[in-house]
């Protein structure tokens, strides 16, 4: 009989490197919502989670704006704790002068698609099912 070894673990997530056409934008932009999904400005154009999960900007050098049709990463998801801090997200990103939409549903998550200046999207959700 043959015997098949799997080894599972669980990977952590290191960091997100984005590289956007205007860094001042950009910066603009994640600087006034990375602190409030609880990310802290670590060194120029970096800021970490307590857990050491790293979002980075850098000048993008080539040209070509983000398609969402395109092969690549449509977008990413980062959840919050609560219907309550995804409301302040969307008011302090409203206050920071930032193009905030109407939230979207999906089953139990409301989530909250932000494009940065170069339309890249972050999305962030609560999922009320997935709380036990």
């Excluded at 307590?50 to 998801?77: K, S, V, Y």
């Excluded at 999207?121 to 999922?127: A, G, P, R, V, Y």
Aim: hydrophobic share 45%; aromatic share 10%.
């Amino acid at each position: 009989m043959t015997q098949i070894l799997v080894y599972a673990f669980i990977m952590k997530a290191d960091h997100i490197d984005n590289l956007v056409s205007d860094l001042d934008a950009g910066l603009r932009h994640y600087g006034a919502l990375l602190p409030l999904l609880g990310l802290q400005k670590t060194v120029d154009h970096v800021w970490k989670t307590p857990d050491g999960f790293a979002i980075g900007l850098q000048q993008a050098t080539a040209e070509g704006a983000f398609n969402r049709n395109a092969a690549g990463i449509h977008h990413f998801c980062l959840s919050v704790e609560s219907d309550k801090v995804l409301d302040d997200i969307a008011r302090r990103m409203r206050n920071a002068g930032m193009m905030v939409p109407e939230f979207s549903y999906f089953n139990t998550a409301r989530s909250l698609f932000l494009d940065n200046p170069d339309g890249f999207q972050l999305e962030i959700s609560f999922d009320s099912g997935a709380q036990t």
